[in-house]
């Protein structure tokens, strides 16, 4: 049974920084894309970075390039987000996610429907 538990949220203020941890389980990941996606509230979920377990290549939105860094650890089978100079509109809920990918087309993982497992997600408030 595959598992993603998320840790790392919390209360920051804003140019704060926070890294979100995901925890993966289960099965082999390496022809498998990590991703985080959030949700505020009122809001679809969006996707916000992936990365391709053993390609190591990495996708971010728009929004976030230059201040989340997304990274893996296949030792400890865990993917992170690094995320600095938070802002007040990154405020969500968090989710991990896993699907199967090769990773000359990881942009495709921007897509929600391209991931077989969620995470229950984890909060993340930057106040101003």
């Known amino acids: 049974q595959v598992q993603l538990v998320e840790s790392g949220g919390g209360l920051v203020q804003a140019g704060g920084s926070l890294r979100l941890s995901c925890a993966a389980s289960g099965r082999t990941f390496s022809n498998y894309a990590m991703g985080w996606f959030r949700q505020a509230p009122g809001k679809e979920r969006e996707f916000v970075a992936t990365i391709h377990w053993s390609g190591g290549s990495t996708y971010y939105t728009d929004s976030v390039k230059g201040r989340f860094t997304i990274s893996r650890d296949s030792a400890k089978n865990t993917v992170y987000l690094q995320m600095n100079s938070l802002k007040p509109e990154d405020t969500a809920v968090y989710y991990c996610?896993?699907?199967?990918?090769?990773?000359?087309?990881?942009?495709?993982?921007?897509?929600?429907?391209?991931?077989?497992?969620w995470g229950q997600g984890i909060q993340v408030t930057v106040s101003s």
């Open positions: 996610a896993a699907g199967p990918s090769a990773d000359s087309v990881l942009w495709t993982m921007a897509f929600r429907q391209m991931y077989d497992y």
